[in-house]
Each structure stands twice: as C-alpha cells, then as structure tokens.
C-alpha cells in the first residue's frame, strides 16, 4: 500500500513530538552523565580504587618476633624463650553492649581505687577504709556471649566467671589488645579449638614465646619483667610503631635493652572476606628474633655472689656487687631476697592483691627492688678514705699529722651529749692518718669533720662526695636508678624549707622531716665525715667511689650490657659510656691505699682476721674498709647496723682481671662480722681460692 | 510453504523502498527491542552467576537458576501480550487500579518482614513484591484516566485528580517503607501528565507543591516532632553527598561500590573481582548489580550494558510516537519514563551521584517481581507497537526507516 501523509489522523501531533523530543533530550543527558561518572571512576580514578579493593581483601596478622636471649660473658644463657599456646579473645568480638558495661566499670572501678587511696593515705593504715565503700562489681556477659564463655571454659578447664573477670580486666588495661585467657594450654584443646573455629568467635588460638629462665631467680632484678605494652607507654616516642599486646620490657635489662632485645614482628597475609572469613593465610614477613645480649655478667660469680650473700647474711636482705674496677664491667651484682621473672610475667595473678601478697607487701623484704643500685643507704666507715681525700685535699689534716685518740670526741661545747666515741669506747692513742684508716677511729675522723667545718664556707668533704660519685646517679644502664643524698649546710635548709611548708599544708605541730631551730653545726660535719649523719648511698655507688680512687681520679660508668648479636652473627658492641675524670694527687691516693691494705692485712686492721685463714696474701693482696653504719628499723625506728665491706685485690696476671667487691647485709651487724666474710668468699671464687668462711672479730666499726 | 514464500516473492518485486517496509511488516514486533530485551538477560544472568558462587553455602547457581526461571516466565507472558489488545486495559482501568491498591494493602496485612521492611507476600517458594508490579499497574492506570479527559487536561481538576491518583498508592508503598517504588510512581505520574499533554504551568506548580512537601518532610515535620521518613532513609538519602564521611553506616554500601565499580578500571577484573564476590559490597545481586559488572567487566562492560538501557529508552520513545491512540501513547511514555528513572537512579547510586533508594534496575537486578513486571511492561510496549502498525497499515500510514 502506498504511503500516504494526508490520509488519516496525524502520526503525532506536534505538541507530544516536541514532549517526546523532550524527552529524548533529557533520556540523553541522564545517559551522559551516567557514562561520564563512569569514565571518570574507572578510566580516570581506577587505579586508586583498585588499591582499595586490594587494602579491602588483605588483612595483616602480627607474628610476635621472639625476644632476643640474654647471655653471660661466656654464653651461658640466663634468659631465652620457649614457645607456648595462648588462648585469648578478641575485644572486637564482643557485644557492643557488653564493651560499653565494661567501659564504665573501668571507670567506677578507677574512681573507687583513687578514693580508697586517699583513704588509705590520710588514714596511714589500709584498715578501716570502708568508707571508700566495696568494688564495684565486675559486669557479667549474658545470653549469647555467656554461653561462649561458659563453652571455652569447658574447654580450657576453668570457670566461664573467671574468663569473663579476665576480659573485664582485660579491656579496661588495654581496650583494644586482645586478651589472654590462658597460657600454655595443651595441644589436644589447641586441636579441638581450632577445628571448631565457628563455635568459637573471637576466640584467637595463637603461638607465643614466652620468656624462659633457667637461672630461675637468679640476677632476677637486674634481668627484669616483660609485659604487655601498656596505654600511656604506646604513645611515647621510642615505642613507635609497636603493636598493642606486644610485650615489652618493663624493668631491668629488658627494658633499658629492649630495642635490640624486642625483635621484627612478622606479618602475616590474610585474604578475607567481608564477614572476616579467612580465606588464605600466607607469611608475607618472617619474624626476626631479637638480638642476643651478652652481658659482662660471669654466672658463677653471680651464682656464687647470690649464694654466700643468702648463707652468711643469714637471710637478711643485703646486696653486692662484684665489677672491674678500671672499666665499670660489673662481674656479678646481686640482691636478695629475689624473685623467680616468670612468677611476675603478666597475667599470672587474677587480682592485685594477689601480686601485692607476693611482691610488694612489706612481710616480702622487697624482692622486685635492686639493693644495690635501687637502695641508698648510710655507708659507715667504709666512707673513711673519701673524707681522708678530702682532709688531705683540703690541708685540714696530713698523712704523718698525729691524733691523740682518746676513745671519745668533744663535738660540740655541751657535755656528755655533744660526745661521740669509737665503738666500744676504745682508745688507740698516738695515731696517724694510716693508723686511723687501720683500726677504723672515729674520733681522728669526728675530729677531722670538725677541721673541715671550719673551713666553711668551702665544703671539700661535700665536694669529694660529689665528684667521686656518692649520693650520683652511676649512669649504669639500668633503670630506675636510686641517687642518694649528701648532709650539707644547704641540705639543712632545704629540709627545714620542707618541714614548714608540710607543716603550713596540713597543720601539723611537726612532720619529722627536720628540727626548725637547729643550724649546720660543726657535729653534723663530724658525722657526716664517718658515713652517718644524712648520708644516703647505693652500694654501687660506693663501688664507683672506690675504683676512682683505685684508678687515681678516672671514674668508671658500670655497666652490664657488653655487645648485642643479631641472628646473622653480627656483633656490635654497646657503646661504651662516657667517663669523667677526678683529679687525685698520687700521695694522697698512696695514703688511702696504705690504709686500705693495713686494715685487711696488718695487726690490728679492722678486717685482718677475716683474710688470715688460708688467703695467700702475697699472691692475690687485699685492700679493704670495713663499715658499720647506724640505721633505723620499723615503725619505732629501731637502731641496728648495717653491715659493709668493700675489697679491691688484683693477681698481677692476664688471666684474673682485677676486682672491686662491695657487699652489705641489712641488719647484719659489725662490717667485719658479716660483709667482709661473703666478699672474701666472692673473691675466692674469682681467683679460685679454697672458699673459707672467716667471720672477723673486730668490734670496730 | 507456498502460503509463506509469496511475501518473498513480493518482496523480490517490490522496489527498494518497499522492500523495507514489507521485511519490517514480515515480523509483528520490535525486533531491536527484543534483541535488548536478550542482550539484558544476558548480562543480568552472567552477573548474577558470577557474583553469587559463594552467597548460598552448597548451591552456588541458586540465585542463577531462579533469576533464568523469572526471565523465562516473564518472557513468555511479555510475548503472550504482544498481541494483546491493550484497549481492554482502559477498559478495565477501575480494575487495574483496585487491583493496585489490594495488592499494596494486602502485602501491609499478609505480607512478610524482610530486612525491616515489609514490601512482599510469599507466593510459595517466591516472593511477590506487590509495588514492583504496581509501577506497571500504575502506569495503565494513569494513562487510561489521562486519555479519559484527553480533552480537558489543561484543567487544573484533571492535574490534580491524576496526581492523588498516583499519590495515594505511592504513599502506602512509601510506609512499607519502600521509598525508591514509591519515587518511581512519581516519575510515573509525572510522566504520564507530561506526555498526555498538561500545561506546563502545571508542571511548574507542581514543582513548587513538591519544594513545599519536601522541605515540610525533611525540615518542618522533625522540628514539630513528626518524622515521616525513618532515620536510616534520610541516613541513605543524603550519605551519597559525602560516601567516605562514614564508612561503617550509611555510606558504606556507597563507598564499597565506588571502589568495586573504580577497581574495574577499563576492562574489569574478570576472576580476580574480589569486592563483589567475597560479599564486601552487600546486595551485590540485587540493588547493587551494576557494581558488579563494572568491577568484573570494566567500563566496556557497564558501557555495554548502559549502551543497551539507551537502546532501550530509544525504542521505547519510537513506539510511543507509532502508538495507536493517546492512551497507548501515554502508556509508553509512563513504561519508558519508569525503566529510565529506575536506570538513572539505580546507576547513578552504584556510582555515588545518586542517594540509596533501593531501586533496583529492571532486568539486571535480581528478583521475580521486578524481572516479570519489567518484562509485562515490554510486552504493552510491543503490543503498542504491533497496534501502532497495524493501525497505520490499515489505514496506510507506515513509518519505517
């Protein structure tokens, strides 16, 4: 049939084609927006979206990087690891009503803590702080969640509250770690969980390495404690990049060494899906190991050290130390009463007061506290040759100067109260410098407190404190290092400024730090000039002391940490510290050395007896200062001594390097009676002398 | 066989011109359309096998098998109604109607709760979405009263009349909640009135009408404590104007398929598509299907499919100009008006230029509803078409290229 356009109605009128042409125009720019949006989001912005996807699918899993071993100047190992089999759980998995109950629990229990110490301060005592009121009581899972507890407590053999306690416990420490439920569990349950990973969510089955002593405890404070990585040390600087849960060095060695010692996390890849299913799981970075750190420390020194300080300190907390002295290498040093590390690894007790118990309770005589660098004492007589340097130095005495001893000393113009005498009132007469070192006088030195105070303004005794490193931080590399404090007019001051802002602050009629009327005065000096009289120092710090005088003015920085070995073999050694230098005349150190050596060896040396049984003087010869400081016990500040020896003996030969021993019992009596005996011992194993217990007679001090 | 080859026979007489038109005449319906129409499937069922290997632990062809099964039921009811005489339809507009507005109502008191929202009735192993249905429903509804007062349309009576029409039902999908059909049955409203013919200052009214009901839902309605759109919509309809703002609500969904469509770059990932397949884009068989193609096919893949939509849209305009009468015409202009809204929105959400409606897009998406009422809609298209060209044969009017 033919077309024909004027037959009919109109195809269309023109109004619709116009609509429709409309239409067609708006279809046209929607389809070119549509393939302009396209264009731009893959052709143009592809390749970032591609790398999204990909960061979308891979998931990375830390693989904790085993801690390097700590070993002694042999190799012998004091510290390694061991791997074991953690169950922990995922905070993430939990409901985010339950981590919301746990928030504020944490923040109850927080508050409750800081009332209940400020309680317990302004009481003095823990009893009767119930106005604090109780705890707060731990939130408790429910439905669900309960019934995934109450099911892996099956499993691990424990009960579903005390998992539920530790991940209460757990999220409030560190909110975003996982938390461990149990260390070291079995294989079979290791199986049996992780074949049955859907009945399990958000429990994590994994490997770690824990820390291993086969010393068990011995070197224990030095060595120090691991635990995980806590909230406000996240932030800081030198723990940059280190992922939540990981453990750390928290004290000793393990934390002043812990960036050698911490070692490379290792990665795994993880191909997920969007419900966090694994899909795949590959190493993409091996773990590296941490570094071997190879101590200067000798074991069986340490372990013979340990063993006489507990024996012949009779159980009473003491310290030594064993070093070089021409280079600060520390042999051995060693704390008692001790601790086992793992018994304080973390997670080891449900509660605080569990590990207070067992840690930090007074009954525990302090086992976590370094004794003898953490613990400043009065250093009794053993403190002689710094004021017979000072005496010297400052021409308030000389060597050849003689001192009628009378056995007591007029210190101030009162009588019988401003009196101080030998320890048995005993009279030596005619003595000299050497002499007084010897038999240990008190009296030549009251007296020469007395001349050295008179040299006032100038404090040479303060000053050679000072600069032979007493009441000074050692710069051992250690943490937590004690300093200490020197007696001084100034000293006074400050203590007299303290008192009376305590006293403004809380009015009191008297804190006890210090008596307002009374001024320096030439007895403080005299005191002071014996090792008492406010004097506060480490035993390490006497070690210090006595080496530079030793070394004729060089003062050696102790240190534990030799060299540190990466798992290719590679050795780099540890910086050696900085040392400063103190000028000391020969002659003077000639007279100090003559004291030291008349006292452990000559007739009527405070600690000859100790050396007479068997120790081959002429082979291996002894210097040595007994020291017998007054110090106040317990809540009735009851007076009992300190015992302190220091020894310096040297064999001439390559094969033993020279030693500085410095020990000191708490409570353990005359220095004689008990130091000097566990140094003779310590010595004897160093040079491999027949060990002898001698127990020295003298009375002095 | 005689009786078939004397049109070829014809054929070979005729000139040139005629030849077209008689090779044209020699099939009875769009035949461009329908190659659209296979090409869609085509892609609506590779993508959907593809993506949902791993969606139905132990049977990874479910969501496959049963999306073939919907295509082949709405293909064969699509042809049935080629030669159908859509007039019954005007007819029976009361009927369409009510039927509409039962099945909205009666999903509301049979109905069964998916996902928080209540927008289908279990016809046995399936689901029956009433307002998917009820966007074809709606269409012939508006076009029969529109033709009705063909002759009275630029009276306000007949804008408003045909506008609460379409309101009424909109509003009850809109609290199933199903916001996006209810958007469509706008655009169909809207649609209808513009290709009937209504004044433009209508239109122009209109738009100032909805300025005021948007900002009364969005604004004046929440200060007075009245929230008429739940938390999540508002959520879903503004993210899309910040996708990365808040990764893990609103704008998740959005965010995911901007990466999965990004990473696709020119030629797709193919195998290796991962943010589709391993579920980090949700609803990738259904609302988010373009995302899936983009990621696995590249921008080849989603131009393709859009080149067929444009197809799509094309033929849909033609048949309307070829219609019949008024109401076929208006009833193609409400079909094509409904596939292009539902293409633009739907694509534009899967690219980030268009907020979370749930509208998913017709003969991609997964779902029987939506395939078997696209596919009946295709059909009147066709049936418009072969009335439209029999009317013009008839009365000797042929219009072919």
């Keep these: ?701 | 066989m005689s009786a078939a080859s004397t049109p070829l026979r014809d054929v070979d007489d005729a000139p040139p011109r005629d030849r077209v038109r008689v090779q044209g005449a020699a099939l009875p319906f769009d035949v461009v359309l329908v190659l659209a129409i296979v090409g869609l499937a085509i892609c609506s069922l590779t993508a959907i096998k593809s993506s949902t290997v791993d969606d139905i632990a132990g049977d990874p062809t479910y969501y496959f098998k049963r999306q073939a099964i919907f295509f082949a039921v709405g293909g064969v009811l699509s042809l049935a109604l080629i030669r159908f005489d859509y007039a019954l339809l005007r007819r029976a507009r009361w009927w369409v109607y009510g039927f509409l507005m039962a099945s909205i109502l009666a999903v509301k008191v049979l109905g069964s709760v998916a996902k928080g929202a209540q927008r289908s009735i279990a016809l046995g192993p399936f689901q029956f979405q009433a307002s998917e249905l009820g966007k074809v429903l709606i269409v012939i509804a508006l076009a029969s009263f529109a033709a009705d007062r063909a002759r009275r349309l630029n009276e306000w009576d007949t804008t408003a009349r045909i506008m609460l029409l379409a309101l009424i039902p909109a509003a009850f999908v809109m609290v199933q909640p199903d916001l996006g059909s209810a958007l469509v049955y706008g655009a169909i409203s809207l649609a209808t009135l513009y290709f009937a013919g209504t004044p433009v200052r209508h239109f122009l009214a209109l738009i100032a009408l909805g300025a005021v009901a948007i900002s009364m839902v969005l604004v004046i309605a929440p200060a007075a404590g009245v929230s008429v759109l739940h938390g999540y919509q508002k959520d879903r309809l503004t993210s899309f104007l910040h996708p990365s703002a808040d990764t893990n609500k609103a704008g998740y969904q959005q965010h995911q398929s901007l990466i999965a469509i990004g990473s696709g770059r020119k030629t797709g990932r193919g195998t290796h598509a991962t943010q589709t397949k391993d579920n980090f884009l949700p609803e990738h068989h259904t609302d988010f299907i373009n995302a899936v193609v983009g990621e696995r096919w590249g921008f080849v893949g989603a131009a393709l499919v859009l080149s067929l939509y444009a197809l799509l849209i094309w033929r849909g305009l033609r048949i309307l100009t070829m219609a019949k009468d008024l109401f076929g015409a208006v009833m193609a202009g409400g079909i094509v008006a409904m596939l292009l809204f539902q293409v633009f929105v739907n694509v534009g959400m899967t690219l980030g230029i268009m907020p979370i409606t749930g509208i998913p897009l017709p003969l991609m998406s997964y779902g029987g509803s939506s395939v078997v009422s696209t596919l009946l809609a295709i059909g009147l298209l066709q049936a418009i078409y072969v009335q439209g060209r029999m009317s013009a044969t008839t009365k000797g009017r042929i219009m072919s290229h």
């Excluded at chain 1, 061991?82 to 009503?97: D, E, F, G, I, M």
């Excluded at chain 1, 393990?254 to 010692?261: G, R, S």
């Excluded at chain 1, 007591?408 to 030998?422: L, S």
């Excluded at chain 1, 780099?572 to 004291?595: C, F, H, L, N």
Aim: a positive charge.
């Design chain 1, 1 to 701: 049939m033919p077309f024909e356009p004027g037959s009919g109605r109109a195809p269309i009128t023109p109004q619709l084609a116009v609509r429709v042409a409309g239409a067609g125009v708006i279809a046209l720019i929607l389809f070119g927006i549509v393939f302009f949006r396209l264009w731009y989001l893959q052709v143009l912005d592809g390749d970032k979206y591609l790398a999204q996807a990909r960061d979308n699918r891979v998931r990375t899993e830390r693989i904790a990087a085993p801690r390097g071993n700590v070993v002694d100047a042999s190799g012998l190992t004091l510290v390694q690891n061991r791997k074991a089999t953690v169950v922990s759980v995922n905070p993430q998995s939990l409901p985010v009503s339950f981590r919301d109950d746990i928030a504020a629990y944490g923040q109850k229990a927080g508050q409750w803590a800081t009332r209940k110490k400020a309680l317990v301060a302004s009481l003095g005592k823990t009893k009767g702080t119930k106005a604090a009121g109780t705890a707060p009581a731990r939130p408790l899972a429910a439905g669900p969640l309960m019934t995934r507890f109450r099911r892996l407590a099956t499993v691990l053999e424990m009960s579903p509250k005390t998992i539920n306690d530790r991940v209460v416990d757990g999220v409030v420490q560190v909110p975003y770690a996982n938390v461990r439920i149990r260390t070291d569990i079995p294989a079979p349950q290791r199986t049996y969980i992780e074949e049955r990973e859907n009945r399990f969510p958000g429990v994590v089955v994994e490997s770690v390495y824990l820390r291993q002593y086969p010393q068990k405890t011995l070197a224990a404070q030095i060595l120090g404690t691991i635990g995980q990585i806590s909230g406000t040390q996240i932030k800081k600087a030198a723990f940059k990049g280190i992922a939540a849960g990981t453990d750390i060095g928290q004290t000793g060695l393990e934390a002043q060494y812990d960036k050698y010692l911490r070692g490379t996390d290792g990665q795994y890849r993880i191909d997920v899906n969007a419900a966090g299913e694994r899909r795949n799981a590959t190493v993409s970075t091996e773990p590296k190991q941490g570094e071997t750190l190879h101590l200067t420390l000798k074991l069986e020194l340490q372990q013979a050290g340990e063993k006489y300080l507990q024996q012949v300190g009779g159980g009473r907390p003491g310290a030594f130390v064993a070093m070089n002295p021409e280079d600060g290498s520390i042999y051995a040093m060693g704390s008692y009463p001790s601790y086992n590390p793992r018994d304080a690894a973390p997670g080891r007790y449900s509660t605080d007061a569990a590990y207070r118990a067992k840690f930090l309770d007074a009954a525990t005589d302090h086992p976590l506290v370094n004794r003898a660098d953490q613990s400043a004492y009065p250093t009794g007589s053993i403190f002689k040759p710094i004021s017979t340097l000072a005496g010297l130095s400052s021409g308030a005495t000389t060597v050849g100067r003689i001192f009628d001893d009378t056995g007591c000393y007029q210190t101030g113009a009162r009588k019988g109260i401003d009196e101080a005498c030998n320890a048995g009132h005993q009279s030596y007469g005619q003595i000299n410098l050497i002499d007084a070192l010897r038999v240990s006088s008190d009296t030549y030195f009251y007296d020469l407190g007395k001349r050295m105070y008179d040299k006032l303004p100038s404090q040479p005794l303060q000053d050679w404190a000072h600069k032979l490193g007493v009441a000074r931080k050692t710069g051992i590399d250690l943490p937590d290092e004690a300093g200490g404090s020197i007696p001084s007019p100034q000293k006074v001051k400050e203590l007299q400024a303290a008192e009376r802002k305590c006293r403004k602050e809380n009015h009191k009629a008297s804190c006890g730090i210090a008596f307002l009327d009374s001024s320096w005065n030439p007895g403080d000096e005299s005191n002071f000039a014996v090792g008492q009289g406010g004097l506060q120092a480490t035993p390490l710090q006497m070690a210090v002391a006595y080496s530079t005088i030793i070394n004729g003015g060089l003062v050696p920085t102790p240190h534990l940490g030799a060299e540190v070995e990466n798992s290719r073999g590679y050795v780099q050694k540890i910086d050696k510290p900085t040392r400063r230098s103190v000028k000391i005349d020969p002659a003077w150190r000639a007279a100090v050395m003559e004291g030291l050596s008349q006292a452990a060896n000559k007739d009527g040396g405070t600690s000859k007896a100790v050396w007479d049984q068997g120790w081959p003087r002429s082979k291996y010869p002894i210097f040595g200062k007994t020291g017998t400081a007054e110090r106040f016990y317990g809540p009735s500040q009851i007076e009992q001594d300190q015992s302190w020896y220091v020894g310096y003996s040297y064999a001439g030969n390559a094969k033993h390097k020279p030693i500085l021993v410095v020990a000191t019992v708490e409570r353990g009596g005359f220095g004689a009676a008990t130091a000097a005996p566990i140094v003779r011992l310590i010595m004897s194993k160093w040079f491999g002398v027949a060990p002898k217990l001698v127990r020295g007679e003298s009375t002095d001090r």
